[in-house]
């Protein structure tokens, strides 16, 4: 059965659980000194949505065993796929019953560790838990850099703790939320190509190490060595560490692309064309309409989607894009003019403007505050290359 719809027959299950207990007396109830909080940290999968590994809470009491899961998502809403383009999709916290915990879970590494908390303590993270999952509370909307599956765990258990008692220590890495992404992305190219392609400088900001959990691996980690003050002492804040799935710490992830199916190999391929149908133009005087038509409407088509993102989306790190400077809606004008007749005039202005604009920004990128795809450049030398052939081509058919 495939994954997703195996989890959402688990998900659907405990969603009929939880809304049959709308009555939110038992918030209140005192808690046993049985009572256990725990982090538990799912290692990434080899679904496109799992590569960065999931986060859970874990808590028993009363008998009862429940796994608080902040990243349950309905695909089949209505308007679903719009709705997460333009950041409005909404994710639901559901308690999952721990004899499904590992459902849609099979063969990743598991991690749970046990948090040092007072009882009181402990109380406030169920009776939170409890109201956020019951209907009218449990949805939320998702921001997969800030509020997601992780960051929402560390927060309620942050929240639960007296104020200033717990210390992180200092980040053990300097990196930034791109290099986070590209690291646990390495297998999927075509993926990380279109993070890089849609989301902007704000991807490039050196993180601090809050900043950085929005990763589950590094929120384990963080937990894993940090303290709490109490009565006057710093005490650990994971009293016990289970890893309750071994497996590897990369996850169950896709093997790598093969490399002459990766971004990379496509854009040098595309260049080396362009480069032999550039001297070929050149020696005929004639420009190659179909692949100036391609080219440019694809650069044009990027753009326009990459503005349409900036324009009406709410996701985080959309703006500024520096890729605008390359892949741009103007490109469009070269694609729908290119195979007219009596509009060479216009091209070669177009063409003469891309042309600088290329060339700027392949010499300065190194400059500016984002980080590039390295299958980017290959796709500005093509775009300056069929440029400067129009130009050459035209030139030589007037005189």
């Not at 065993?65 to 679903?80: A, H, L, R």
């Not at 949805?139 to 929240?159: F, G, H, K, M, V």
Request: with cysteine; hydrophobic share 45%.
């Amino acid at each position: 059965m495939n994954k997703i719809w195996l989890l959402a027959i688990v998900y659907i299950t405990a969603l009929i659980h939880i809304n049959a207990q709308t009555d939110t007396s038992s918030v209140a109830a005192p808690l046993d000194s049985s009572t256990t909080v725990s982090l538990v940290t799912f290692y990434p999968g080899d679904e496109s949505f799992a590569i960065y590994g999931h986060t859970e809470i874990r808590i028993q009491q009363f008998g009862q065993d429940y796994y608080y899961n902040y990243g349950v998502f309905d695909f089949n809403s209505p308007g679903f796929i719009y709705r997460f383009v333009t950041g409005d999709a909404m994710y639901y916290c559901v308690p999952i019953p721990a004899k499904y915990a590992r459902t849609g879970m099979e063969g990743r590494r598991m991690v749970e560790q046990r948090l040092n908390l007072t009882q009181s303590q402990a109380e406030r993270v169920r009776n939170y838990l409890i109201v956020n999952s019951l209907p009218d509370n449990r949805a939320y909307q998702y921001r997969y850099l800030t509020d997601n599956c992780s960051t929402r765990p560390r927060d309620i258990i942050e929240n639960a703790l007296d104020d200033d008692s717990l210390h992180y220590g200092e980040a053990p890495r300097n990196t930034t939320y791109r290099k986070m992404m590209t690291h646990y992305g390495k297998n999927y190219p075509w993926q990380q190509f279109g993070i890089d392609l849609v989301l902007g400088s704000k991807l490039d900001k050196p993180l601090d190490y809050r900043q950085q959990m929005f990763v589950p691996m590094v929120l384990m980690e963080a937990f894993d060595g940090a303290t709490l003050m109490r009565d006057g002492q710093w005490v650990p804040l994971v009293s016990e560490t289970d890893v309750v799935v071994d497996g590897s710490e990369e996850g169950i992830v896709l093997p790598p692309t093969p490399w002459w199916r990766t971004p990379l190999a496509v854009s040098i391929a595309i260049l080396i064309l362009a480069i032999i149908l550039t001297v070929r133009d050149v020696k005929r005087r004639r420009v190659t309409l179909w692949f100036d038509t391609a080219f440019f409407a694809m650069l044009g088509i990027i753009g326009c989607m990459i503005a349409f993102l900036i324009t009406m989306s709410h996701h985080e790190a959309l703006s500024p894009n520096y890729n605008l400077l390359w892949a741009h809606p103007l490109a469009l004008i070269a694609a729908i003019l290119t195979p007219l007749k009596h509009t060479q005039r216009i091209l070669r202005l177009y063409h003469g403007l891309n042309a600088v604009v290329m060339v700027l920004t392949l010499a300065g990128w190194y400059f500016l505050p984002q980080a590039a795809n390295m299958a980017f450049f290959p796709l500005m030398l093509t775009s300056l290359l069929r440029s400067i052939s129009f130009i050459l081509s035209t030139r030589t058919l007037e005189r």
